[in-house]
């Protein structure tokens, strides 16, 4: 689409360059002097030079004007529309003509001027464009170029280093071919990110003689280079690359960037560090200040299911200062169902964060502690109402007779239609019991509530 419109603009400035030269040539040029001219009578030479006057004097071109007027006097001295057009040219010529326009002065009486000056600007344009386009094109086939070299290199690099891998023996021929055609940056490069490739899907002694390669080949010089830049981007595929190929040379920098403003290079400082230390995948959490984003956490999670990491007690961060860490830790307690966290859970009831209240909560519900039902019982009339949803959810999640009654009295005394509805519900999975008591209130003309415990007894809606 790009070429179709500079093709367009380069016919259209071609159009205009021959319509100037069409229109100069007709409207400048003059009446050549030939043997028939000179044969003309002098009536019919004194009729072109008014002609030729009177068009140049309708296109306010009053020097050209001005001179064939002066030759139709010539030619009839006692005439009177020459000299009547000649002294009216003349006044106008004394008179300012200029037009300004900025700082750009232009005489229309001296029109060539004009016109050699947008020709030039049109030529220069023309030339830029053609300039432009040149680049462009010597640019593109460049790229592709350069794109078809690594595709190239990329896959003869996948074959070298399968065969490399799966060798019964080290070839020491090999070695040296891929560190012959690795000599220029661009090549280890591309070596490099293979190599980050194959790391992610082997194992074992694969994954060994991978890292021997690697540090035969002094590719973790070019990683420690990356690790150490400025620039963030480059900083963050350092780490990356030292995390899969498990080098702990950079660790202090990683540390140090786990408070990082920028995003991106805190949560590759937080994958590296759960990458780089396989006996304490998680210790970065207790060096992590900025907020542990659900992001970053959903990643987090991905690398410990994915590469199977031996699980820590999260129960150890639940009394951290970092907010976010703490509800990480409840999430992944949730997960992995590490009841016995339960005591150090208890006490985030009480916490200042009604956030960390609530995923407390849910916890408590998730793994059905119904050890925790009386402290739910206890918090939920100074909770939050987002909370207090909760509190009875949970409930409904480990339902226990010995919640009946204060589950009647939520839907009892609550103005409230979904806490109220949540309340039922929880009564309803008490099985016969709960079924007998919402069966009385339904008879009962105590209170209106009739509507909301025939929406939750209808079996049709679940």
Not at 235 to 261: D, P, V, Y
Not at 269 to 277: D, Y
Not at 421 to 438: D, F, Q, R, W
Request: net charge positive; hydrophobic share 40%; aromatic share 10%.
């Amino acid at each position: 689409m790009n070429r179709c419109i500079i093709q367009g603009r380069f016919i259209f400035l071609i159009t205009i360059i021959f319509f100037l030269q069409h229109y100069s040539s007709i409207v400048f040029a003059q009446p050549e002097k030939s043997l028939s001219e000179k044969s003309e009578s002098s009536e019919k030479r004194y009729e072109r030079a008014i002609l030729w006057g009177e068009r140049f004097y309708q296109l306010h071109l009053n020097t050209l004007a001005l001179k064939q007027f002066d030759k139709a006097h010539k030619i009839k001295p006692g005439a009177y529309f020459p000299t009547y057009r000649s002294n009216q040219l003349k006044i106008k010529l004394h008179q300012p003509k200029n037009t300004n326009l900025g700082f750009m002065v232009f005489d229309f009486n001296k029109p060539g001027i004009l016109i050699s000056a947008l020709i030039l600007v049109i030529l220069f344009s023309f030339t830029s464009m053609v300039t432009a386009l040149t680049i462009v094109l010597v640019n593109r086939n460049h790229m592709i170029l350069a794109e078809k070299r690594k595709q190239h290199l990329r896959e003869e690099y996948q074959t070298m280093l399968v065969n490399f891998l799966f060798a019964k023996d080290i070839n020491e021929e090999l070695i040296q071919k891929i560190r012959r055609i690795a000599s220029t940056n661009i090549n280890r490069r591309i070596l490099i990110d293979q190599m980050i490739d194959l790391s992610i899907t082997l194992t074992g002694l694969e994954k060994e003689r991978l890292k021997e390669l690697y540090l035969a080949l002094k590719l973790d010089q070019d990683s420690n280079k990356k690790a150490l830049a400025k620039k963030w981007h480059i900083k963050a595929k350092g780490f990356r690359e030292l995390a899969f190929m498990n080098i702990h040379s950079a660790n202090s920098e990683i540390i140090n960037c786990l408070s990082s403003k920028n995003d991106v290079l805190r949560m590759e400082a937080q994958f590296a560090m759960v990458r780089l230390n396989p006996d304490n995948s998680f210790g970065f959490l207790d060096f992590l200040q900025k907020r542990f984003t659900l992001w970053e956490q959903l990643n987090v999670y991905e690398t410990i299911t994915f590469h199977h990491l031996e699980l820590p007690n999260f129960e150890k961060w639940l009394q951290s200062d970092n907010d976010s860490v703490v509800m990480f830790s409840l999430r992944m307690i949730s997960v992995f169902k590490q009841i016995s966290a339960y005591n150090s859970m208890l006490s985030l009831l009480e916490h200042t964060n009604p956030e960390i209240r609530n995923q407390t909560i849910q916890v408590f519900g998730n793994l059905k502690i119904i050890e925790s039902l009386p402290h739910l019982k206890r918090i939920y009339k100074n909770e939050t109402y987002s909370n207090c949803m909760t509190i009875v959810s949970a409930m409904g999640k480990m339902p226990d007779n010995s919640m009946l009654s204060f589950l009647k009295l939520v839907l009892d005394k609550e103005d409230d239609v979904q806490l109220q509805i949540e309340a039922a519900k929880a009564i309803n999975k008490m099985g016969e019991e709960g079924s007998v008591a919402l069966t009385k209130l339904l008879n009962s003309d105590y209170k209106n509530y009739q509507i909301i415990i025939k929406h939750v007894l209808d079996k049709r809606i679940s």
